[in-house]
């Protein structure tokens, strides 16, 4: 099947969000390609259909529900590959539908809070539509030029930060040693996992190993390229720093999302030429991850970033 997307299967699915939050799954049945992880409600385009009226119809086939095509909201879309097979799996949410919802073809349903959901048991494609529901749209990042000095300072601005809500947050203090990060990181362990928050260390895959829970890593560039297979349990959040195509292609398996820079020019670094809002959308749009605009960003920023296809917009100074 081709369509506006090259050789590649459209697809489209069905996000449905309840009152509590709890998002649908559904189980693909046996003798499936497969058969047994859990996904979200969909299928894919007949000849000449559009793609919101397909999903429309496929929810119906599947459900037995009716949804408004102008009541859905854009949430990712996702090149991906199994095997030679390519599709585009294109992710709309809805909170709203009418009918009472049934399992017609015979699959399991089990309604589940995207924070309890376990990401082994989703087809692999179907993960990064579960991150995007769960990533926050602001991720802030701490100023290199924080002083070892000032831990006690930090620990408190950060924890201030996580009580107001700041989901994801960077721990980038090249100041300070290892060892004080992980001393920083495991005070602030108790907080973030209460408010399911996550606290991320820079390039320090060993630090979260050891820490768990709450705790992930956020990796450079230089990296990617010397892993093979994801570093962390599905359980801890990995982040990927990326600046072009090849790095968010690599980052694909190893990482739950990407920052993307710079997407204007910063302070830092002058030098450096700017991606656009054109080229960034462009390159995030290409990639099977939630991608952050980050370079020049502030958190007003964010819905912009959303309009040009990111997750949201990460930074440093202006997020503090």
Known sequence: MSDATGNMLHVMAGVLCDTRGNVLLAQRPAGKHLAGFWEFPG?????????LPALARELHEELGIHVEP??????????????ERGLLLDAWRFTRWRGTLAPLEGQALQWQLPGDVD????????RPILQALRLPPTYAITPADAAPDQ???????????????IGLIQLRLPRWSIEQVRHLAERLQPLAVSHQANLLL???IGGARQLGAGIGVHMAAA???KLQERPLPWSQLIGASCHDAAQLSVSVHLA???TLSPVARTASHPDT?????????MLAEASALPVYALGGMAPAQADEARKHGAQGVAGIRSFW
């Open 43 to 51: 299928g894919k385009l007949e000849p000449g259909e559009a793609p």
């Open 70 to 83: 102008k009541d859905g909201a854009p949430l990712i879309r996702i090149p991906w590959h199994y095997g």
């Open 119 to 126: 990401l082994a048991t989703l087809a692999p494609a179907d």
């Open 151 to 165: 831990a006690e300072a930090w620990r408190q601005r950060i924890a201030q930060a996580i009580e107001r809500g």
């Open 202 to 204: 820079n390039r320090d």
């Open 223 to 225: 990296q990617l390229d």
């Open 256 to 258: 739950d999302f990407a």
């Open 273 to 281: 030429p700017a991606l656009g809002w054109p080229q960034f959308q």
